[in-house]
Each structure stands twice: as structure tokens, then as C-alpha cells.
């Protein structure tokens, strides 16, 4: 089987420092062509830092990446001509319109007049862009700004596709539109290293994900496989009073011998259950101690509560801003 989708991407102990901070730290990786591979964590895990490397805007000081066959140190311009990277830099002329922006960057790839203006009314069609092509690109809304990016990243089909943190920022529609367009490069064949500190979004769109905390890949799988990995299931339970939840959360921790962590709501607790045996005890616990709840479930941990379980602390909150340079 594996003759068949040789690797897009592999990579062994790959570092990279800035002053003392190992923003990179001995990553490997190794991504097949045709899929879509998820880098998962938080701002400042180097998720940005590893795209950058892959992609030969930076040198690595320690390890080797092997990007479609070709070394990034030693032949970076030929992987240039095959990948196509998008959010660290906007190509977007916002003065000109989104059409006008499409056929200038045709043009400048080496594109005829008329295969520049072909491609462009392709894309602005396939992108859901026609309406607004006329328009200057700075009347856009951000999920369609967005969109105006990735469609200018792949004027010329890439073999790789980078995007980083692509849909960073958007409204659940326009984030959803995005995932539409992954799905649909992907299904001519580009593979595409995705980015993300949405758990939602690996899930969705990643046959198999790394999870990144401080520069280093902390767990690797599929979304099914990392939910495994860290129990049978999650026990979530609400209360009826919020002022019980300290004392339900000690209760449960020596009841299940698990990690309890407190959930948004003031209310709500949730616990890595491997024993479900043991929940049903622990229920009657609470209840016998006098702590009222208001309902309880167990089920499949989220790609959330994966995070926590391997990192002892929350994946990145939707509306942190996008990491700078890490």
C-alpha cells in the first residue's frame, strides 16, 4: 500500500533557536502525499517556526527536512517551485480588485494574458468570489480576504500546500467555507500541512495530527487514535450549585484516580475516565456527600480534553491572536 503514497514530507530531529529560546526542538515528522496533515497547539508551541523551515524561509541548525524528495538546505529553490504557502504573508494588493489581484499574480508566474485572465475566473468562481471580483480587495470581509488568499496560493496548483492558522479569526461560516476549499485542493491531489490551535478543525479536516507544545511533538496520530490514547472515555458532569464544585472535584479525583479539570462553565467539571466501572460509584459519592448534580454523561473524549490530558493545560483559546513569529 505504502509504495503508493510516498511522503510529501520527513523530517528528523529538527531544531531551530532563536537566541535561547528552542522554538523548534527535535521535531519528526512524516507526512504522505495526498493527505492533509494537522501540526495542533497552542500560540507559540513553533507550529509557524516548523511551516518555515518546511517551506525554506528558514534554515534549520540542527536535523534534516526532506520536503518532496529534496533537502531543504541544500535544493530550497526547487521546493519553491513545487509548494505554496499561505498566513504568514499577504500577497493581496488591497487596492487592487480581487480579479485584478488574481491575473497580476498569474502574470507574474509566467502565465500568457489570457490563461492569466482564464485562471482568475477560475478561481474567483470555484472560491465563491464573483460577485465581489470588482470590488478592491480592502472592501473584502475577512472569510472572503481569506479566501482571495488561498485562491492566489494556488494560481499554480501546488504539489504542497502550507496553511498556516487559516481560518484564525473567522465566523463559523466562513471557517466552514475554508474547510470546503481544503477539501476540494486536496481532492486534486495537492497535500496540505495545516496549522491550527482549533481542536475542531483537525478533527474535521486532518487524516492524522501532531500535537505541538513547545516545540516539540508531544503526541502523533489520527483524531480516533489521540482519543484513544488517553482513556475509554470522558465523564462530564454539571451541578446544581457552583460553590460545590472544589469540594465534587476532589471527591471525583480520589474516586477515579483521574484528572479532574474545571470546564468554562462555573458549573461543570469533566474527568478522563479508564475504569467506567468506577463512575457509578463515584456519582453515588457525590450524592452521598451532599452534591447535587443536575446531569452527568460519558462519552468520547473531545480532541480538547486530548490536549489537556497530554499537556496538563487548555489548548490555546479561540480568540487569542495568531502567533507572531513562533
Same mark, same amino acid.
Given at each position: 500500500?505504502?509504495?503508493?503514497?510516498?511522503?510529501?514530507?520527513?523530517?528528523?530531529? *529538527?531544531?531551530?533557536?532563536?537566541?535561547?529560546?528552542?522554538?523548534?526542538?527535535?521535531?519528526?515528522?512524516?507526512?504522505?502525499?495526498?493527505?492533509?496533515?494537522?501540526?495542533?497547539?497552542?500560540?507559540?508551541?513553533?507550529?509557524?517556526?516548523?511551516? /518555515?523551515?518546511?517551506?525554506?524561509?528558514? /534554515?534549520?541548525?540542527?536535523?534534516?527536512?526532506?520536503?518532496?524528495?529534496?533537502?531543504?538546505?541544500?535544493?530550497?529553490?526547487?521546493?519553491?517551485?513545487?509548494?505554496?504557502?499561505?498566513?504568514?504573508?499577504?500577497?493581496?494588493?488591497?487596492?487592487?480588485?480581487?480579479?485584478?489581484? *488574481?491575473?497580476?499574480?498569474?502574470?507574474?508566474?509566467?502565465?500568457?494574458?489570457?490563461?492569466?485572465?482564464?485562471?482568475?475566473?477560475?478561481?474567483?468562481?470555484?472560491?465563491?468570489?464573483?460577485?465581489?471580483?470588482?470590488?478592491?480587495?480592502?472592501?473584502?470581509?475577512?472569510?472572503?480576504?481569506?479566501?482571495?488568499?488561498?485562491?492566489?496560493?494556488?494560481?499554480?496548483?501546488?504539489?504542497? *500546500?502550507?496553511?498556516?492558522?487559516?481560518?484564525?479569526?473567522?465566523?463559523?461560516?466562513?471557517?466552514?467555507?475554508?474547510?470546503?476549499?481544503? /477539501?476540494?485542493?486536496?481532492?486534486?491531489?495537492?497535500?496540505?500541512?495545516?496549522?491550527?490551535?482549533?481542536?475542531?478543525?483537525?478533527?474535521?479536516?486532518?487524516?492524522?495530527?501532531?500535537?505541538?507544545?513547545?516545540?516539540?511533538?508531544?503526541?502523533?496520530?489520527?483524531?480516533?487514535? *489521540?482519543?484513544?490514547?488517553?482513556?475509554?472515555?470522558?465523564?462530564?458532569?454539571?451541578?446544581?450549585?457552583?460553590?460545590?464544585?472544589?469540594?465534587?472535584?476532589?471527591?471525583?479525583?480520589?474516586?477515579?484516580?483521574?484528572?479532574?479539570?474545571?470546564?468554562?462553565?462555573?458549573?461543570?467539571?469533566?474527568?478522563?475516565?479508564?475504569?467506567?466501572?468506577?463512575?457509578?460509584?463515584?456519582?453515588?459519592?457525590?450524592?452521598?456527600?451532599?452534591?447535587?448534580?443536575?446531569?452527568?454523561?460519558?462519552?468520547?473524549?473531545?480532541?480538547?480534553?486530548?490536549?489537556?490530558?497530554?499537556?496538563?493545560?487548555?489548548?490555546?483559546?479561540?480568540?487569542q491572536s495568531p502567533e507572531s513569529a513562533l
Amino acid at each position: 500500500m505504502h509504495q503508493h503514497h510516498p511522503l510529501a514530507i520527513e523530517t528528523s530531529g *529538527l531544531v531551530k533557536c532563536f537566541g535561547t529560546n528552542r522554538a523548534v526542538d527535535g521535531i519528526d515528522l512524516q507526512v504522505r502525499q495526498g493527505s492533509i496533515y494537522g501540526l495542533l497547539g497552542p500560540n507559540g508551541a513553533g507550529k509557524t517556526t516548523t511551516v /518555515r523551515l518546511l517551506a525554506t524561509l528558514l /534554515r534549520p541548525d540542527a536535523g534534516k527536512a526532506i520536503v518532496l524528495g529534496r533537502d531543504v538546505v541544500r535544493e530550497p529553490d526547487e521546493i519553491r517551485r513545487q509548494i505554496s504557502l499561505t498566513g504568514q504573508f499577504a500577497s493581496i494588493d488591497e487596492d487592487l480588485t480581487g480579479y485584478e489581484n *488574481l491575473v497580476l499574480l498569474a502574470r507574474l508566474l509566467g502565465f500568457s494574458r489570457s490563461q492569466s485572465k482564464a485562471r482568475a475566473g477560475e478561481l474567483l468562481d470555484a472560491f465563491d468570489l464573483e460577485d465581489a471580483s470588482r470590488r478592491q480587495a480592502k472592501t473584502y470581509s475577512g472569510g472572503m480576504r481569506r479566501r482571495l488568499d488561498i485562491a492566489a496560493s494556488i494560481i499554480s496548483t501546488p504539489d504542497l *500546500l502550507f496553511l498556516d492558522e487559516p481560518t484564525t479569526g473567522l465566523d463559523p461560516r466562513s471557517r466552514g467555507q475554508v474547510w470546503e476549499l481544503i /477539501r476540494m485542493l486536496v481532492a486534486g491531489g495537492t497535500t496540505v500541512l495545516l496549522t491550527t490551535q482549533y481542536l475542531e478543525e483537525a478533527d474535521q479536516l486532518a487524516d492524522r495530527i501532531a500535537v505541538i507544545d513547545r516545540g516539540s511533538v508531544i503526541a502523533e496520530g489520527t483524531s480516533t487514535e *489521540l482519543k484513544a490514547s488517553i482513556g475509554s472515555g470522558v465523564l462530564h458532569v454539571r451541578l446544581s450549585d457552583p460553590a460545590q464544585r472544589d469540594a465534587a472535584r476532589q471527591l471525583l479525583a480520589e474516586r477515579l484516580g483521574a484528572l479532574v479539570h474545571l470546564e468554562g462553565d462555573p458549573r461543570a467539571l469533566a474527568a478522563q475516565v479508564s475504569d467506567p466501572d468506577r463512575v457509578a460509584a463515584a456519582l453515588v459519592a457525590l450524592s452521598a456527600s451532599g452534591i447535587a448534580v443536575s446531569d452527568f454523561s460519558l462519552g468520547q473524549p473531545s480532541l480538547d480534553e486530548v490536549f489537556f490530558a497530554l499537556t496538563g493545560h487548555a489548548a490555546a483559546s479561540a480568540d487569542q491572536s495568531p502567533e507572531s513569529a513562533l
